[in-house]
């Protein structure tokens, strides 16, 4: 039985007139690629809010890297790490100075953030632009630090908020292939995504349809569950079950 | 007939005191009533080419017209026969879906009730909500609403910028749908996105990458373009083979693309058998090769390597 | 004309919706009406008066009193020397002090003329003028009575001002919360109202559009206006009735003259909008150029006079000073039409440069 990162039990978030999320419940163990797929609407942002400590749920059970999240979510915040394509890095601040800020507020030592800093800047071959403003960056590279950033202190779960909208092909993939070491590392990555060929590089691949997990398997799984060839097919026919339109 | 001319366009921003290519020496024509997409990724330069033919922004240099009318003197008359629909939701939040609709009606001094056969179509998929305001709206609701407005004093010529950027694929697939019965009304379409896989319902795309077009033509011709040799290939542990076939001496390029690599090879001479017996060099079980022929990822990617524009800065 | 009145159809959807928003737009004022009201009516019962009697006749007695009875006042102490005046004043014992002069009662029977000084603290101005005005009326009372039984006596008030000898004050308030009032409104939100719309990017859609430019800033002026003049007219009679400071001119004029100057203060916020890119620039843009010169130079609070020359050199650029010159000259002091001529040019010319910069600045184009 491996380590389970998450372990989500009819986890529920009922708003005044609808759930947002009803019953959710699935396990994600350690290192594995989760994909987190919806429709706009379906509750995937609700879920993903309750995971990292940023709302209560209204009903269920969730545990995440180990601590439960009525009562440990400082804990939590400790543990994970979270990017989204909105909010990524401070554009004013320089590669260095974003790197050290996020070091600093999870409270790494200075000579430990130096040490991993030099080894980051040289994976993404950044050192020469070390102290550029961030602003002047090309998008590609500026996910790709943000990611970095996101995983710098080593977190159990990497929460990832469609992280590749609008990076061409290329970066996309070596985005991806970012994804992928981190996980042989251990780190768990939870990945939601607009892209549905993203959704084959996960190893397991949840759809939420109004706000219930409508489907749960690897892309061959659902491929074979649902004929369809690719994970396009799968998603249209699962997704299309929606009746819920609005946010 | 050419509904959209442009020529020689250019226009740089200043950022922080250096100059950045916006976009450079940009020049093609849409013909009435075809989807035109202009294809890339953020940063581009799609949306200042957008601007500047809807008369927003001024280029530096270079000219271009719409519908026969220039986009600097004319710009007037251009403002009055198009549509567009910007990046961002620009519609008003705090109005409803019926307010946001007759208000753009009578921006354009029509009503909703002249042109409704054009809208219908998409108007009725939204009608239920008329009386919710616009902010409260899912994002493929916001979308359709969007359309209507920009489609509400049938324009001659309708102008996207990113339509389906963060909406869901079933979404996407439904304003493309929307898209494809506006061109039978012989509406003129330039559209832009970042997501490749749409190129192929255009009628003709511009890829476009750090504010330079890669290529110009249909999306079949430029896929039948692809020079190279390309397999796909699957093995049981994925990551492994894509670090491994990056080693392979024939290797021109090697990329996942879903639950299969896409390997293009140098020569012509390189043979499913040379591939599959480096992968079992390697230890590769279950080895699954391929020959397939090019998508326009592919084109894009290889088109992108080519040009090398893919670290250079450019204005995001 | 269509397009036009469908534009303004949909600023006002934007202002009721915002209803918090509108709530502040008609809170202020009237709780700023009413703070200083009700803390000009609270305090003015038992003020505390010292008497100085110089005269220690009948009359004199009689003012006594008519002081000790009234529950205005509390005689706090009887005075025999005028030094003590000043010296109660430094100990913050006494509002007011109350001067009979030697022989009033002579002075009244044989001069038919008699001159009682009124000492008033007016380090807080509204408080002096309403104090001395409720002495002066205990004083003028005792003379009408004592002219109903004999000959025609006259006593005359002087009132003497410690202090603030200018006596800027509860007059002053008015026109002064009027003029900050109306700046607040329609600049700042016709800014924020136009900014938003850059912000939204429904800028972009509408430049597109075949709306004029002209017409998307005046259809944005407009609910604003109209908000400005109930604001006006809901201050004025605030001030009237809560504050018992009289029209003493047309009000029609009044509210023409406001009218010009909402249109100036229109015309500023247009040209904020041109140079601000985000509502919060704009906000603060108002706050920092407008709220704040208007407050300190605009003669509200400081009186412009004992400003050091240059600055009283800077007071001539804010519109808001010569509104309120306005105001105080028809309002406060009755005065017509002619005496505010030279305002009304003034403010005539802030809005023809203003519109004229705004519509060179005013994009028909991105950035």
């Known amino acids: ?247 | 007939m050419a509904t959209i001319v442009v020529e020689h366009i250019s226009k740089s921003y200043t950022n922080d005191k250096k100059t950045q290519i916006g976009i450079s020496d940009l020049s093609f024509t849409v013909n009435k009533g075809e989807i035109f997409g202009l294809i890339g990724p953020d940063g581009a330069g799609k949306t200042t080419l957008i601007r500047i033919l809807t008369t927003l922004l001024l280029a530096d240099s270079g000219t271009a017209s719409v519908d026969g009318n220039d986009v600097v003197k004319d710009y007037k008359a251009i403002r009055n026969n198009i549509g567009y629909m910007p990046g961002r939701f620009s519609l008003y939040q705090d109005l409803s879906v019926e307010e946001n609709l007759n208000f753009f009606a009578t921006a354009f001094k029509t009503t909703v009730e002249e042109n409704y056969e054009l809208i219908k179509d998409i108007y009725v998929q939204i009608e239920p909500f008329k009386t919710r305001r616009a902010g409260k709206l899912s994002g493929g609701m916001k979308q359709k609403l969007a359309l209507c407005c920009a489609l509400v004093h049938k324009p001659s010529v309708l102008f996207l910028d990113e339509p389906t950027t963060g909406v869901d694929a079933i979404s996407r697939r439904e304003f493309w749908d929307m898209l494809k019965r506006l061109k039978t009304q012989g509406i003129t379409i330039l559209v832009s996105t970042p997501y490749m896989d749409e190129a192929n319902l255009c009628d003709r795309i511009a890829l476009i990458q750090g504010g330079k077009i890669l290529v110009i033509d249909s999306p079949e011709e430029i896929k039948h373009n692809y020079k190279h040799a390309l397999w796909a290939i699957k093995t049981e542990d994925m990551f492994k083979s894509l670090i491994d076939l990056r080693t392979f001496n024939s290797t021109l390029s090697c990329f996942s693309f879903g639950d299969v690599h896409h390997l293009s090879v140098k020569d012509n001479i390189t043979t499913k058998e040379d591939i599959l017996n480096f992968l079992k060099e390697k230890g590769h079980t279950e080895i699954d090769v391929q020959p397939i022929s090019a998508n326009i990822e592919d084109c894009f990617m290889e088109l992108m390597t080519k040009t090398n524009t893919s670290n250079t800065l450019v204005n995001a | 004309m269509k397009q036009f009145i469908s534009f303004v159809k949909k600023e006002f959807y934007h202002i009721f919706r915002d209803w918090r928003s509108l709530m502040l737009l008609i809170g202020i004022p009237i709780t700023q009406i009413l703070i200083l009201g009700f803390a000009v009516t609270d305090e003015i019962k038992n003020s505390e008066i010292a008497i100085l009697d110089n005269a220690q006749d009948a009359a004199s007695q009689n003012l006594e009193g008519r002081f000790r009875a009234s529950k205005y006042f509390h005689i706090v102490k009887m005075l025999h020397t005028p030094d003590e005046i000043d010296r109660e004043f430094r100990k913050g014992k006494i509002k007011i002090a109350v001067v009979f002069p030697k022989g009033l009662r002579e002075d009244l029977m044989h001069g038919n003329k008699a001159q009682i000084e009124i000492v008033a603290d007016a380090s807080d101005p509204n408080m002096a003028t309403v104090i001395s005005g409720y002495a002066s009326a205990i004083i003028l009372d005792y003379q009408q009575e004592i002219i109903s039984d004999n000959l025609p006596y006259f006593i005359t008030t002087k009132i003497r001002m410690l202090y603030n000898p200018e006596l800027k004050g509860a007059y002053n308030f008015v026109p002064g919360l009027m003029g900050l009032i109306l700046m607040l409104i329609c600049a700042m939100m016709t800014a924020v109202a136009i900014v938003r719309e850059k912000e939204l990017g429904t800028m972009e859609v509408l430049l597109v559009s075949p709306i004029k430019p002209y017409m998307i800033v005046i259809a944005k002026a407009l609910p604003y206006t109209l908000l400005s003049l109930i604001n006006t007219t809901i201050i004025l009679l605030l001030s009237v009735y809560a504050l018992k400071v009289p029209i003493a001119g047309s009000v029609v004029l009044l509210l023409l003259e406001s009218l010009l100057f909402i249109i100036a203060s229109l015309s500023l916020g247009l040209m904020i909008s041109t140079i601000a890119k985000t509502q919060q620039a704009a906000m603060m843009m108002s706050i920092v150029g407008l709220m704040v010169p208007t407050t300190m130079l605009s003669g509200y609070i400081y009186p412009i006079e004992n400003m050091p020359l240059i600055l009283q050199w800077a007071s001539h650029i804010i519109p808001a000073k010569w509104y309120i010159n306005i105001v105080k000259a028809v309002m406060i002091k009755g005065l017509g039409f002619q005496s505010v001529i030279k305002e009304n040019l003034i403010l005539l010319g802030f809005i023809v440069l203003l519109i004229w910069g705004s519509v060179q600045r005013f994009k028909i184009r991105l950035e």
């Not at chain 1, 600093?104 to 030099?118: D, F, N, P, Q, V």
């Not at chain 1, 109004?210 to 799968?234: C, F, H, Q, R, W």
Request: with cysteine; glycine share 8%; net charge neutral.
């Open chain 1, 1 to 247: 039985m491996p380590e389970l990162v998450l372990e989500i039990d009819k986890l529920t978030k009922q708003f005044e007139d609808f759930v947002a999320a009803d019953a959710v419940t699935f396990t994600v163990s350690k290192g594995e690629i989760f994909g987190f797929l919806g429709a706009n609407g379906a509750g995937k942002t609700t879920v993903m809010r309750m995971l990292c400590g940023l709302s209560m749920p209204t009903s269920g059970s969730a545990k995440v890297a180990g601590f439960d999240i009525y009562n440990q979510t400082e804990e939590i915040k400790k543990h994970i790490g979270y990017m989204s394509q909105k909010f990524c890095l401070y554009e004013d601040l320089t590669v260095k100075e974003n790197i050290t800020l996020y070091g600093g507020i999870y409270g790494l030592s200075s000579a430990h953030i130096k040490e991993k800093m030099e080894k980051l800047l040289k994976e993404l071959s950044l050192t020469e632009d070390a102290n550029k403003l961030v602003r002047g960056l090309p998008l590609g590279w500026k996910q790709k630090l943000a990611f970095s950033i996101a995983i710098f202190h080593e977190p159990k779960i990497v929460f990832l908020d469609e992280p590749t909208g609008g990076v061409d092909p290329i970066t996309r993939r070596q985005f991806w292939e970012m994804i992928y070491e981190t996980s042989r590392k251990g780190i768990t990555v939870f990945a939601t995504t607009h892209y549905m060929d993203e959704a084959e590089y996960c190893n397991r691949v949840a759809i939420m349809v109004d706000g219930k997990i409508e489907a749960m398997d690897s892309p061959d799984g659902l491929k074979k569950t649902y004929n369809g060839k690719t994970m396009d097919e799968v998603f249209y026919v699962v997704a299309r079950k929606a009746k819920r339109q609005a946010d």
